[in-house]
DNA sequence: TATGAATGAGAATTCATTCAT
DNA sequence: CATGAATGAATTCTCATTCAT
């Protein structure tokens, strides 16, 4: 398994580096093997092509905030004790990463419907999670019953999203992570029952 | 001034059309004078360069919104009326012109930084709107007044741009207007004093 | 005939003013019609097409040379006498016309194969009646009766042509008729029995 | 070292001939990697861009002159002799390579005045060397004290320059190298004490 | 495994010229 | 005579991918 090698992630968190430094476009093959310190030839002794690699930066980091959140859902805490906690862990990891955040925020969002379709994928295993969440708190009364799962969910993901995005364009330039109490109680009234 | 000419709009509707069919980075010049009737050489009278092109396409489909919610703003409504309004406006225009939603929500967002950068500046017309309808709704006691509106205003917008986004990735399979009560709901309750 | 309507002359000096301002290249039949204050269609009822206009240019200008010339000819002068006139009229034309001599000393000579040809064609005349001052000279006896009157024209020529466009290329740093005493011993030295 | 790989000098050459049987504007970079038997792509592993072959071209070229004009320089011989052997050097040169003559003599004349600027220094260094031996031949009495050098170098290259060019210009129709004694017997003439 | 020199397809833009008014 | 909007051909350079070593 090529994931087990170690130039495997060397090349990943290359490309996160090369993207976040010089933009989606101007991330070269060549750049990001000079940035892992191998050859142009050996980044395709570990990935079919360019957007096998931008997919398998997804793919890897989407893992953090996955593992993170399948952590949360599993403590003993109300729904929306796990919709902050999540929240909160979103914000954390992008915060506490920048390049990461400017990767998955920006560059990558300039990739081709192919390409976003195969990162929407990805990002399938996390909003369903998100939606696990949502209908814990639906069954046992925290949330409100009537309302439409998905819906609720897109509000969730796209305030998230749309608030870390804005951040990123501002060049990081206030915490981030000090914003969490607001959005927590702005979602979390519009969630109740 | 060019931009009353007949083949200016000519042009920016082509270009739409152009996009929407092609992706953005196969939608070459060529491709837009064809489309639009006219020479290659006949783009240049009328834009700087393809960026130009791209730049007005969202400055005037985009005025389209901002019309609207000027006018919406300008009724006598409440402030929860009117955000209801604006939110099944920004679904209307979109559902009864896919070509513009794919290249709104999908195609232009594939543009480079520069380009990005302008079509934020023209949206930042939108979103001040917006925050009129937010203050007006904390000032009045409809709105919840200790709320921060800048996230409060990430949350409507992200909210409703993540919805459209995923309507416009699953092909336009599902009625987006149909979703709006639902989506008000949600939103009114988390602004609600 | 053409040449003696008004715009003629007037597209004529208009092209020297552009090609000596934006260089060959960069002047556009568009700017040469603004510079001439006429549209760019109406250059075309006076000229074929741009080589003519250059074409053109080059021959009208030329005749300064060759009228002056003429005259120095006609003069009872000894070929000597003639010889330095003919140097001080060359350098003196194009001291005092400094558009012209940018345009004929560096900007035409960018010209295609075809157009220096022309050019050299009617060059020709102005060379005819240097090569006439030399012979007068051989045959008194002022000059070498031995010497190749062809390599002796084209030293003239190219010593004057070669100091002239140093001149240009120095951005007319110094003053090019003060060069000619020096110029005119060294030449008539070559020259003489 | 780029330069002392074997395709720079491949692609230098194949740049002269490209460009000396299709002018200089249909000298595509594609015709002269064609003639290089090498891709287009290659030729930017090797030069910057289009303008970096040119100059390259010339360089490359000049430094023939250069090499044998310094290598007469350090003969024993008097400054006359040396101004022969200069003479006879530039015009074997370019006798026995035609493809280069037409190049340095017509065709990349028609080069912007960027190349051309870049083209001037790289020609100073030969002009430097031609200085020397004026300068000799003044000191040690063989050439006249009082005359200007920079004048009477402009006279030797213009001549020699105007000669060639001519030469070119005529298809090469008689043979340069005869033309050289009665060069150097009006240029000697010029410049005797 | 690893290398990196070589490949070659693909697109924005300019500008001389025309012709309907 | 004069206009100027419209035309459309033509070319440099980049970069993902390959393959001989």
Redesign the interface.
Known sequence: MKRNKPKYMQIVDAAVIAIAEN?Y?QAQVSKIAKQAGVADGTIYLYFKNKEDILISVFQEKMGIFVDNLQAIIKSGDTASDKLCKMIENHLHVLSSNRHLATVTQ?EL?????EI??KI?AILKEYLILLDQILIEGMLNGEF?QA??VR??R??V???????TT?WV?NDNRYNLLE?AP??Q???L????A
Chains 1, 2, 3, 4 share one sequence.
């Open positions: 933009g476009h920006l969002r300039q990739s081709n419907k976003r379709l929407n409100n309302m439409d819906i609720a897109q509000m993901f796209g305030t998230i999203d749309e608030i804005t364009m914003q607001k959005i109680r702005l979602l009234n519009a969630l109740k």
